[in-house]
């Protein structure tokens, strides 16, 4: 943890913080700052040779340390005192959050079957040790195993030190005054919408030690799709996020929503380096799990005018897959905010091209993605990244600025081509309508939820080559779906004209 | 290209069609290639004259041919049989981009212009039988009749010199003598086979493939192939030795090609001995064939090896459904791995030689190690590749041994009849059903087969070409894309066991317990 990072300003109206404590820093950067989005950059992260921040090295206890009644095991939420922003924590995660069962849904039926698939169990056996670690290290992260069964010795799912962190170094003394975060590197800070998202990201999108690949997909694990802004969301809180910027205002949805674009693309960018550089102990080059799943998955039916055997392909991919671009998608975003500063051209500039090549050594270099190239330009790219954040040289856009680069997204006419634009369009229209919508806005983005759900039994969407043919979307055309998505376009930015916005790269 | 532009157009097609039969009539006996006669023979490699010069005798029996006796030993209508009846034909005039949307839009989607060198060298490879070096004075100003003569005969430039081919001498020549003047040996099963899936399963050298690219942007999927049931659709412009009458030089004939005739049987006996007794050869070479293949893309693997044509479509092009049995079908082997394509060796495979076996599940397995297979273990001299290379060619060398007796034709069945379906391949399925319907065709024809077990039989067929899409004929003229919708919705409602009760069917009725 580098506290510098976060008591700087860059804003002419934030102040400077000049107390003495961090903590106080913090609380002042969190509370008083509307319009700056500063992100924490975590700095182990960017020091080669040590864990990475998301991941820090220290002994685990097991949540069951944490819920002592006079701790995080207080009084039920029920009879919870309402102004109480902690003391719950354990019981609240316990009882309401999926992530106490992740153990459980690792033990299930269907999980056994995808571990039998993937030859990691055969016969009552963990016979793959680094394919069930791997499991493990989202499942049930507390690492040690008894070397006899391969079990871990706590399975308390994604307990309290999955996200903040091994407790043993801090347990003892993070509840006394003057204690601060960066006393303990293996104390995870969770307080600001990026910091957050990352933390989420790891498991949700991947990272360098954990690979939710193909091979997993093939097995019958069901592909990710992380938001942090619907995640979020829907997430049974057990902590208050009243003091974070932005709380209970139109911008809270997107900020979460910016902060998980940032932090799922940082992630991302870790995945593919490992994948690309072949460090990872489970995922075998070229990695499949990095292209749009619905490009390759379709059943090839009889011909179809207009589209070749029922897929409409941008001609430029020419029968390959595109690159997945569901974690990459705040890149563009953030390509674009960028440009509109002219002080930040060379950054535009320079993440453009770089983004651009990624896309290109994914899809076009002879007929395989070569590896060290796709392993620089992600390490690139992700450096751009974190130096941008580190010296507080990108911040989330002011509101108008944000609804008019949705409204671009949504008034794209690329969108009713493919499933995974359309519904990142959509989580975006999500995240940025004002609260509560119109009448109009609810039935188009119940319309448009209906048809790029996943079908009953599927895991994958039958959107867009079904739009015509398939029962469940018979009514459903492409100038429809446009028309909805205008709509929710000029909901979003009953100002500018969305057509200004279109020149993402 | 603007000479082939020209040609392209169909009107000339049609004059140049129209003049066929006039040169026929008088052209009889002389040779009409002009090469100086003091040149020796084979100082220059062989070469293709079109098939105008083919057909000048080729398409009509005139008078002097009959009187002379040439039509005992050729129907000298092969041409006009080839021209009225045979899709190859039409393989260019049906996707002219002058007249077929798709061949503009696969040309547009390619990156490629008409009048390009891509559509001359990827297209026109296979559709007009253009030699790879895309060397445009080779014939190709006769693309307009697609698929010809010497595209499956070999150039004919020095056969047809000096009137060799036209001796009653030239019969009495051996298969080796002939391929040195340039003549294909298609009596031979293995050369047969190559011939055909040079551009039926692919050729890389040839410059005949599919790519996936060409697959995207709209050229049909290839059918899976197998040889015999397609020869067997294909209008025949040739006739068995067994089916030709009493000619001059018979016996010459025979003792050349290497083919013992077996007078005590009737013709359909013959023909259909001798079509049980090549089908393993026929196997092998389709399967070597298809094993050329991936060591020719391994050999190049920058330009090659991952082209998703290589990989069977159904690893990739399926719905995504969880349980579902492609998982468990694939059970012990890595998930979400492309796998070559099972159908050109599932039948050497299943086949009772262990060594083919042992050498196709290494070579299978190799693509469960890394994504797409490693090309170091394809390329030529590569580990897996020579294996199974060395265990088919070891097993080509066993098969092909003539019984000359009928029992071959109810052992061949009987054999058939033993392999299961496999669930989950309908490709393989395809070819497998294919050669059942094709022994139990020589079975029924037999003289001692009764008429119930004959009309069970036809039923027994049926229903396997329902179930599996397959030996449909097709109209000369009529589009490819006819069938593909036809297959592609019986491959995703392909059930193995019920074709396994049909198969199981064919085995009772093989005993004589032929089931209601």
Redesign the interface.
Same mark, same amino acid.
């Given at each position: 943890m580098r506290p510098s990072t976060w008591g700087q300003a860059h804003h002419s109206t934030q102040s400077t913080p000049d107390s003495g404590r961090w903590e106080d820093c913090v609380w002042r950067q969190v509370l008083f700052t509307t319009s700056v989005f500063v992100v924490c950059c975590v700095a182990e992260a960017q020091e080669p040779g040590r864990a990475p921040a998301h991941r820090p090295a220290g002994e685990v206890l097991g949540g069951v340390s944490c819920a002592a009644a006079s701790c995080h095991g207080g009084r039920h939420p029920g009879q919870a005192d309402p102004q109480l922003i902690a003391g719950a924590e354990y019981p609240l995660w316990l009882e309401r959050d999926p992530h106490a069962r992740s153990w459980q849904t690792l033990c299930s039926d269907?999980s056994t079957?995808m571990l039998?698939?993937?030859?990691i169990l055969r016969g009552g056996q963990i016979v793959d040790r680094a394919g069930w670690a791997n499991c493990l290290a989202c499942h049930n992260p507390s690492e040690h195993l008894d070397p006899q069964t391969h079990l871990p010795p706590l399975r308390e799912g994604v307990d309290c030190e999955a996200c903040h962190g091994p407790a043993k170094q801090w347990i003892g003394e993070h509840f006394l005054t003057g204690w601060s975060p960066q006393q303990s590197a293996s104390f995870v800070p969770l307080k600001d919408e990026y910091q957050r998202a990352r933390r989420c990201a790891t498991c949700h999108v991947g990272g360098a030690d954990r690979d939710m690949? /193909?091979? @997993?997909?093939?097995?019958?694990h069901p592909a990710l799709y992380f938001d942090m802004a619907v995640d979020h969301d829907r997430l049974p809180k057990h902590f208050r996020d009243d003091r974070l910027s932005g709380a209970g205002s139109s911008m809270e949805r997107i900020r979460w929503w910016w902060a998980g674009l940032l932090a799922a693309a940082d992630a991302e960018l870790e995945l593919l380096a490992a994948r690309a550089r072949k460090t990872h102990a489970v995922s075998?080059?070229?990695?499949?799990a990095a292209y749009r799943?619905s490009d390759?998955?379709?059943?090839?039916?009889?011909?179809d005018p207009g589209r070749? /055997?029922g @897929?409409k392909?941008a001609?430029s991919?020419?029968?390959?897959p595109a690159p997945r671009g569901w974690n990459l998608a705040g890149l563009p975003m953030v390509i674009q905010t960028l440009r509109a500063d002219p002080a930040m051209t060379a950054w535009s500039d320079r993440l453009a091209d770089r983004y651009a090549d990624l896309q290109h050594a994914l899809l076009d270099s002879?007929?395989?993605p070569a590896a060290p190239e796709v392993a620089l330009i992600a390490e690139e790219l992700r450096e751009l990244l974190s130096n941008l954040r580190d010296e507080g040289r990108w911040s989330i856009p002011h509101e108008a600025q944000t609804r008019s680069l949705v409204a671009g997204v949504l008034g794209d006419p690329a969108l009713s081509g493919d499933w995974e634009s359309a519904s990142r369009a959509y989580v975006a229209a999500w995240s940025t309508l004002s609260r509560p919508m119109a009448e109009d806005e609810v039935e188009a983005m119940e319309s448009l939820r209906q048809i790029l759900q996943f079908p009953p039994?599927?895991?994958?969407s039958r959107f867009p080559r079904g739009l015509k043919s398939e029962p469940w979307s018979t009514s459903i055309s492409s100038e429809q779906l446009r028309e909805w998505f205008s709509r929710l376009a000029a909901a979003v930015n009953p100002v500018a004209p969305s057509s200004d916005l279109r020149d993402t790269p | 290209m603007s000479r082939l532009l020209a040609t392209m157009h169909s009107g000339c097609k049609r004059q140049i069609v129209g003049s066929i039969g006039w040169l026929s009539i008088g052209l009889a006996w002389v040779s009409s290639a002009s090469v100086n006669a003091d040149e020796p023979l084979l100082d220059r490699a062989a070469s293709t004259i079109g098939v105008k010069e083919c057909a000048a005798c080729h398409s009509a029996p005139s008078p002097i041919y009959e009187r002379t006796g040439v039509t005992q030993f050729v129907s000298m209508r092969e041409a006009r049989v080839w021209l009225d009846q045979d899709k190859h034909a039409v393989a260019y005039e049906l996707v002219d981009p002058a007249t077929n949307a798709l061949t503009r839009q696969i040309i547009e989607r390619m990156g490629w212009s008409i009048d390009g060198p891509e559509f001359t060298q990827q297209c026109l490879t296979c559709h007009a039988g253009v030699p790879a070096t895309g060397d445009s004075s080779s014939g190709i100003d006769q693309v307009v009749f697609g698929v010809q003569c010497e595209a499956c005969h070999g150039p004919g430039s020095l056969w047809t010199q000096r009137e060799f081919h036209q001796q009653v001498s030239w019969r009495s020549w051996t298969p080796e003598q002939k391929a040195e003047l340039g003549m294909a040996d298609l009596h031979d099963p293995a050369t047969l086979t190559r011939t055909c899936a040079s551009c039926h399963v692919g050729d890389l050298k040839q410059g005949r493939f599919v790519t996936h690219a060409m697959y995207a942007a709209g050229h049909p999927p290839l059918p899976p192939f197998e040889p015999v049931s397609a020869l067997s659709r294909l209008p025949a412009h040739w006739r068995r030795l067994e089916a030709k009458p009493e000619f001059e030089g018979r016996a010459g004939y025979v003792q050349a090609n290497r083919r013992e005739e077996l007078p005590q049987y009737s013709l359909a006996e013959q023909v259909a001995i001798r079509d049980a007794e090549d089908q393993s050869s026929f196997d092998a070479a389709l399967a070597q064939h298809a094993l050329q293949i991936w060591i020719d893309a391994a050999d190049q693997p920058e330009q090659w090896w991952g082209d998703f044509a290589l990989y069977d479509c159904g690893a990739c092009h399926h719905e995504l459904q969880t349980p579902s049995q492609r998982q468990e079908l694939r059970l012990g082997r890595t998930p979400g791995r492309p796998r070559p394509a099972g159908w050109p060796f599932s039948r050497t495979v299943l086949g009772d030689d262990p060594q083919v076996q042992q050498a196709y599940a290494e070579f299978d397995r190799e693509f469960d190690r890394q994504p797409f297979g490693n090309p170091l273990q394809f390329q030529r001299g590569g580990r897996v590749a020579q294996r199974l290379l060395d265990a088919l060619d070891a097993s080509a060398a066993r098969t092909g041994q003539a019984m000359g007796s009928p029992d071959i034709i109810a052992q061949e069945l009987q054999k058939a009849c033993e392999l299961e379906f496999p669930p989950g391949d309908f490709a393989a399925a395809q070819v497998q059903g294919e050669q059942l319907v094709r022994r139990l065709e020589r079975w029924a024809s037999q003289p001692q087969v009764s008429l119930d077990a004959w009309a069970s039989a036809r039923d027994n067929i049926r229903k396997l070409q329902q179930l599996l899409a397959i030996n449909r004929q097709l109209e000369q003229r009529q589009s490819v894309l006819d069938e593909l919708s036809f297959a592609l919705s019986a491959g995703e409602r392909y059930d193995a066991d019920a074709v396994n009760a049909v198969r199981q069917q064919i085995a009772a009725l093989l005993q004589g317990q032929v089931q209601p």
């Amino acid at each position: 943890m580098r506290p510098s990072t976060w008591g700087q300003a860059h804003h002419s109206t934030q102040s400077t913080p000049d107390s003495g404590r961090w903590e106080d820093c913090v609380w002042r950067q969190v509370l008083f700052t509307t319009s700056v989005f500063v992100v924490c950059c975590v700095a182990e992260a960017q020091e080669p040779g040590r864990a990475p921040a998301h991941r820090p090295a220290g002994e685990v206890l097991g949540g069951v340390s944490c819920a002592a009644a006079s701790c995080h095991g207080g009084r039920h939420p029920g009879q919870a005192d309402p102004q109480l922003i902690a003391g719950a924590e354990y019981p609240l995660w316990l009882e309401r959050d999926p992530h106490a069962r992740s153990w459980q849904t690792l033990c299930s039926d269907a999980s056994t079957a995808m571990l039998e698939r993937l030859g990691i169990l055969r016969g009552g056996q963990i016979v793959d040790r680094a394919g069930w670690a791997n499991c493990l290290a989202c499942h049930n992260p507390s690492e040690h195993l008894d070397p006899q069964t391969h079990l871990p010795p706590l399975r308390e799912g994604v307990d309290c030190e999955a996200c903040h962190g091994p407790a043993k170094q801090w347990i003892g003394e993070h509840f006394l005054t003057g204690w601060s975060p960066q006393q303990s590197a293996s104390f995870v800070p969770l307080k600001d919408e990026y910091q957050r998202a990352r933390r989420c990201a790891t498991c949700h999108v991947g990272g360098a030690d954990r690979d939710m690949n /193909h091979d @997993l997909i093939a097995a019958g694990h069901p592909a990710l799709y992380f938001d942090m802004a619907v995640d979020h969301d829907r997430l049974p809180k057990h902590f208050r996020d009243d003091r974070l910027s932005g709380a209970g205002s139109s911008m809270e949805r997107i900020r979460w929503w910016w902060a998980g674009l940032l932090a799922a693309a940082d992630a991302e960018l870790e995945l593919l380096a490992a994948r690309a550089r072949k460090t990872h102990a489970v995922s075998v080059w070229p990695e499949l799990a990095a292209y749009r799943c619905s490009d390759c998955h379709f059943a090839l039916r009889g011909p179809d005018p207009g589209r070749a /055997h029922g @897929l409409k392909l941008a001609s430029s991919t020419q029968g390959k897959p595109a690159p997945r671009g569901w974690n990459l998608a705040g890149l563009p975003m953030v390509i674009q905010t960028l440009r509109a500063d002219p002080a930040m051209t060379a950054w535009s500039d320079r993440l453009a091209d770089r983004y651009a090549d990624l896309q290109h050594a994914l899809l076009d270099s002879a007929q395989q993605p070569a590896a060290p190239e796709v392993a620089l330009i992600a390490e690139e790219l992700r450096e751009l990244l974190s130096n941008l954040r580190d010296e507080g040289r990108w911040s989330i856009p002011h509101e108008a600025q944000t609804r008019s680069l949705v409204a671009g997204v949504l008034g794209d006419p690329a969108l009713s081509g493919d499933w995974e634009s359309a519904s990142r369009a959509y989580v975006a229209a999500w995240s940025t309508l004002s609260r509560p919508m119109a009448e109009d806005e609810v039935e188009a983005m119940e319309s448009l939820r209906q048809i790029l759900q996943f079908p009953p039994g599927f895991n994958s969407s039958r959107f867009p080559r079904g739009l015509k043919s398939e029962p469940w979307s018979t009514s459903i055309s492409s100038e429809q779906l446009r028309e909805w998505f205008s709509r929710l376009a000029a909901a979003v930015n009953p100002v500018a004209p969305s057509s200004d916005l279109r020149d993402t790269p | 290209m603007s000479r082939l532009l020209a040609t392209m157009h169909s009107g000339c097609k049609r004059q140049i069609v129209g003049s066929i039969g006039w040169l026929s009539i008088g052209l009889a006996w002389v040779s009409s290639a002009s090469v100086n006669a003091d040149e020796p023979l084979l100082d220059r490699a062989a070469s293709t004259i079109g098939v105008k010069e083919c057909a000048a005798c080729h398409s009509a029996p005139s008078p002097i041919y009959e009187r002379t006796g040439v039509t005992q030993f050729v129907s000298m209508r092969e041409a006009r049989v080839w021209l009225d009846q045979d899709k190859h034909a039409v393989a260019y005039e049906l996707v002219d981009p002058a007249t077929n949307a798709l061949t503009r839009q696969i040309i547009e989607r390619m990156g490629w212009s008409i009048d390009g060198p891509e559509f001359t060298q990827q297209c026109l490879t296979c559709h007009a039988g253009v030699p790879a070096t895309g060397d445009s004075s080779s014939g190709i100003d006769q693309v307009v009749f697609g698929v010809q003569c010497e595209a499956c005969h070999g150039p004919g430039s020095l056969w047809t010199q000096r009137e060799f081919h036209q001796q009653v001498s030239w019969r009495s020549w051996t298969p080796e003598q002939k391929a040195e003047l340039g003549m294909a040996d298609l009596h031979d099963p293995a050369t047969l086979t190559r011939t055909c899936a040079s551009c039926h399963v692919g050729d890389l050298k040839q410059g005949r493939f599919v790519t996936h690219a060409m697959y995207a942007a709209g050229h049909p999927p290839l059918p899976p192939f197998e040889p015999v049931s397609a020869l067997s659709r294909l209008p025949a412009h040739w006739r068995r030795l067994e089916a030709k009458p009493e000619f001059e030089g018979r016996a010459g004939y025979v003792q050349a090609n290497r083919r013992e005739e077996l007078p005590q049987y009737s013709l359909a006996e013959q023909v259909a001995i001798r079509d049980a007794e090549d089908q393993s050869s026929f196997d092998a070479a389709l399967a070597q064939h298809a094993l050329q293949i991936w060591i020719d893309a391994a050999d190049q693997p920058e330009q090659w090896w991952g082209d998703f044509a290589l990989y069977d479509c159904g690893a990739c092009h399926h719905e995504l459904q969880t349980p579902s049995q492609r998982q468990e079908l694939r059970l012990g082997r890595t998930p979400g791995r492309p796998r070559p394509a099972g159908w050109p060796f599932s039948r050497t495979v299943l086949g009772d030689d262990p060594q083919v076996q042992q050498a196709y599940a290494e070579f299978d397995r190799e693509f469960d190690r890394q994504p797409f297979g490693n090309p170091l273990q394809f390329q030529r001299g590569g580990r897996v590749a020579q294996r199974l290379l060395d265990a088919l060619d070891a097993s080509a060398a066993r098969t092909g041994q003539a019984m000359g007796s009928p029992d071959i034709i109810a052992q061949e069945l009987q054999k058939a009849c033993e392999l299961e379906f496999p669930p989950g391949d309908f490709a393989a399925a395809q070819v497998q059903g294919e050669q059942l319907v094709r022994r139990l065709e020589r079975w029924a024809s037999q003289p001692q087969v009764s008429l119930d077990a004959w009309a069970s039989a036809r039923d027994n067929i049926r229903k396997l070409q329902q179930l599996l899409a397959i030996n449909r004929q097709l109209e000369q003229r009529q589009s490819v894309l006819d069938e593909l919708s036809f297959a592609l919705s019986a491959g995703e409602r392909y059930d193995a066991d019920a074709v396994n009760a049909v198969r199981q069917q064919i085995a009772a009725l093989l005993q004589g317990q032929v089931q209601p």
